[in-house]
């Protein structure tokens, strides 16, 4: 998808340890980042990609 590819592309995110589900222009976020910034970051991505209206974040977790 946009919001995966995107994700790949930045040098901030890990896209590996982050599943992307998206459905009528809900971007769900799942998995676990490094830093609450990558968390950040992902959402952010995924905000800004064409047709994206909500992006759920509440299931991307930092590592403790």
């Not at 890990?14 to 970051?41: F, K, M, P, W």
Request: proline fraction near 2%; hydrophobic fraction near 40%; aromatic fraction near 0%.
């Amino acid at each position: 998808t946009k919001v995966k590819s995107s994700l790949a592309a930045d040098p901030q995110v890990s896209a590996l340890a982050v599943d992307v589900d998206t459905a009528n222009g809900v971007v769900s976020l799942t998995g676990v980042v490094e830093s609450e910034l990558q968390r950040q970051r992902a959402i952010q991505l995924a905000q800004g990609i064409e047709g994206v209206q909500r992006v759920d974040g509440n299931n991307l977790r930092v590592k403790q």
